[in-house]
C-alpha cells in the first residue's frame, strides 16, 4: 500500500472489464459503411449491431472486444464498443442502490463539486494528458445513451413524453460543441449550463445530468479507469482488505444463470451446503433468466447479519431454495498447499489475487510446504485478476535475490518507481509459474519479474496483457471513488506488458479452467489439468538432471 496523496489510498493493479473509445459518440449514430466494409471486420461490425438491437450490452462489449484483438485499428468496432460500455454502465449504475439513492439526496452544487473534483484528479494524476474537449464529448455522449435508457428515463423522467425526451437526446450534444473546453473549469461550466436546459425543456435534476459527465468522462479514459459508487468503493477496499460481507462464493455469469466456481470454506454458503458446481438461478425472487447478471449478483450484497433467499440449481438438475446469512469472509488468497509430488518434495499452492495479507500467507506457505520437506515448487496464478502492486512486489521479493521487480511510469513524476529485490529472507527453491491468459496484472508483475530475472520457469500460456496501475481514490465531495490510471509498468528488462502480456518458457494449452468442477462434482485431478501435469514433468526432469554427476 501507497498512501503518496491526500486522495489517493492504494496502489491497485488488478484487471477490469476491457474497453475501447473512438472519436464520435452520438447513441443515435446509424451504421454507414466505411473502411471495413466487405471485410471480415463488416461482418464483425455487423453482428455487434445485431447484438445492440437487442440491448444485449453485455454480450456486445464481449464481442465487440474479441473483434478489436483481431482489427485493433478498426474505430468502428471501438466506436461500438464505447457506445455498448454507455449503455452497460447506465443500467447497472441505475440498478445500484447505492447510486440512486447517492444521486437523489446530492444538490445540484454537489455534483458538480464532484465532477470538478474528479476531473482535477485527472488533470493531476492521470497517466496521459487529458484531452479536455474529448472528455467533454464523452460525457455528452453519456447523458444522450442515458436518455435512450429504460432504467434512466423510469427513475428521472417518468411523466415526460417519450417524443421530449427524444429530440432533447438528438440535439443535447449541439448545445455544447461550440462552447469553451480548453480546460477543466471550462467543462464544469459546461456541465452546469447543460444541466440548467434539461431541468428546463425536461424538468430532469440536476443531478441526474451533472452525473452524467462524471461517469462518462471517466468510463473513457481507457479500460481500467471508473467511477466507484459508494458501496463499489467500500466493496473495493474490502477486497482489497481481503475479507468482505457476503456469501463466500466466487461466481461466474453463465446467460442465464450464475455459475458458482468456488465456495469459500467455512463460510455460509459452505455452511449452507452450496458446492462448486451448483448455480444460483434466482435471488429474493429476482431470477437470472430475465435480469441482468450482474444487477443479480448485486442483490447478493448486503447488512452484515442479513437474510438472503436464493434458488440454486445443483449439478443434478435439482433446485432447491434457501435463506442464507451475509457474514463477514476472510477472503482466502493462497489456496490447496501441499505436496504435489511427495516423492521428489514438489510443493504447490495457487495464488488467487494479490491483497493485504498475501505476503504474510504466502509466508505461511512456504514454512508449510518447507515442514514437508520441499525441494522445488510450483506456484499457480493461472486466473489470477491481479490485486495490489506491493503484494505483488513483496512476494516477488520472496524468490528474486536481488536486481528489478518492476518499474512504473507515469505522466506525473511522483509515479516513478523502481521496485528492487532485497537479499534478506530470499528462498533458493527451485521454482515453476503456472500462467494463462487469464493471469493479469498484478500476476504478470510477478511473473515478469520471476522470467526476466531467469529465477524460474513459467509454464502455460501468454498472460493477459494489462500493464497498467490504477490508484483509488476516495472523493471528498461525495461518498464515491474514482478508479484511475496513474502508471503504466514495465518488467525488470524494461518490457511493456500492456497488451503484450508475458509469454511462457514452456506453452502449454489448457485442458480446463483451474479448479473447475468435474461432473460429479470433484475438482479437477492433476490428470484432467494438462499445464499442472507438463509442470509436475519439468521438476521431475529437472530433479533428474540436478543428480546426474
Not at 459518440?25 to 471486420?41: D, M, R, Y
Not at 479514459?221 to 460481507?245: K, M
Not at 488468497?333 to 495457487?350: I, K, M, Q, S, T
Request: glycine share 8%; charged share 25%; proline share 4%.
Amino acid at each position: 500500500m501507497t498512501a503518496t496523496f491526500r486522495t489517493l489510498v492504494f496502489w491497485f493493479a488488478a484487471a477490469w472489464v476491457a474497453a475501447g473509445f473512438g472519436p464520435r459518440l452520438t447513441a443515435a449514430e446509424e451504421f454507414q459503411p466505411g473502411a471495413a466494409a466487405g471485410s471480415t471486420a463488416s461482418t464483425a461490425l455487423a453482428e455487434g449491431l445485431e447484438l445492440e438491437s437487442e440491448q444485449l450490452w453485455g454480450d456486445a462489449i464481449r464481442h465487440y472486444e474479441s473483434a478489436l484483438r483481431t482489427w485493433e485499428e478498426d474505430a468502428q468496432l471501438r466506436q461500438r464498443l464505447l457506445i455498448s460500455r454507455l449503455h452497460y454502465d447506465v443500467r447497472r449504475r441505475y440498478d445500484d442502490s447505492s447510486f440512486v439513492d447517492a444521486a437523489r439526496r446530492l444538490p445540484t452544487q454537489q455534483a458538480l463539486d464532484l465532477y470538478a473534483e474528479v476531473l482535477a484528479n485527472i488533470e493531476t494524476h492521470y497517466v496521459e494528458e487529458p484531452d479536455w474537449a474529448k472528455l467533454l464529448l464523452h460525457g455528452t455522449a453519456s447523458l444522450e445513451v442515458a436518455l435512450s435508457e429504460k432504467a434512466f428515463r423510469q427513475q428521472q423522467l417518468a411523466d415526460v413524453p417519450a417524443e421530449r425526451i427524444e429530440a432533447f437526446r438528438q440535439t443535447v450534444h449541439r448545445y455544447v460543441i461550440s462552447r469553451p473546453s480548453e480546460t477543466r473549469f471550462d467543462l464544469r461550466a459546461n456541465a452546469a449550463y447543460v444541466a440548467g436546459l434539461a431541468r428546463q425543456e425536461l424538468g430532469l435534476s440536476g443531478t441526474a445530468t451533472v452525473m452524467e459527465y462524471v461517469c462518462g468522462a471517466i468510463l473513457t479514459l481507457d479500460p481500467y479507469s471508473r467511477f466507484l459508487t459508494g458501496a463499489q468503493l467500500d466493496e473495493t477496499f474490502s477486497n482489497i482488505e481481503g475479507n468482505f460481507v457476503g456469501l463466500g462464493v466466487e461466481l461466474k455469469a453463465d446467460t442465464d444463470r450464475l455459475a458458482i466456481v468456488n465456495v469459500i470454506p467455512e463460510g455460509p454458503a459452505d455452511v449452507a451446503g452450496i458446492v462448486p458446481g451448483d448455480s444460483i438461478i434466482e435471488v429474493d425472487g429476482t431470477r437470472t433468466d430475465s435480469a441482468d447478471p450482474d444487477h443479480v449478483a448485486d442483490l447478493l450484497r448486503g447488512p452484515e447479519n442479513s437474510y438472503v433467499r436464493v434458488g440454486i440449481l445443483g449439478a443434478d438438475g435439482q433446485r432447491r431454495d434457501l435463506q442464507v446469512q451475509r457474514r463477514r469472509v476472510e477472503v482466502p488468497c493462497v489456496e490447496n498447499v501441499h505436496l504435489a509430488d511427495p516423492d521428489r518434495g514438489v510443493g504447490y499452492f495457487r495464488l488467487t489475487n494479490f491483497q493485504k495479507t498475501t505476503t504474510r500467507d504466502v509466508e505461511r506457505a512456504l514454512w508449510n510446504l518447507h515442514r514437508q520437506g520441499m525441494q522445488q515448487l510450483i506456484i499457480d496464478v493461472r486466473g489470477n485478476p491481479g490485486g495490489l502492486l506491493s503484494a505483488a512486489v513483496e512476494v516477488a521479493d520472496h524468490f528474486v535475490t536481488r536486481g528489478r521487480i518492476v518499474t512504473t511510469r507515469g505522466r506525473n513524476a511522483r509515479e516513478n518507481f523502481d521496485y528492487v529485490a532485497h537479499d534478506t529472507n530470499t528462498w533458493d527453491v527451485p521454482l515453476i509459474v503456472l500462467i494463462d491468459g487469464d493471469s493479469a496484472s498484478a500476476s504478470e508483475i510477478f511473473a515478469g519479474a520471476i522470467r526476466d530475472q531467469n529465477r524460474g520457469t513459467l509454464i502455460g500460456t501468454r498472460t493477459y496483457g494489462k500493464g497498467s496501475v490504477q490508484g483509488i481514490f476516495r472523493m471528498q465531495s461525495a461518498h464515491a471513488g474514482l478508479c484511475l490510471t496513474t502508471a503504466k509498468f514495465y518488467s525488470p528488462n524494461n518490457v511493456a506488458i500492456s497488451e503484450r502480456g508475458v509469454a511462457p518458457h514452456v506453452t502449454v494449452q489448457p485442458t480446463y479452467i483451474a479448479a473447475r468442477p468435474t461432473e460429479d462434482g470433484r475438482l479437477a485431478t492433476v490428470e484432467d489439468d494438462a499445464i499442472l501435469k507438463a509442470a509436475l514433468g519439468h521438476a521431475r526432469d529437472s530433479a533428474r538432471l540436478s543428480r546426474l554427476p
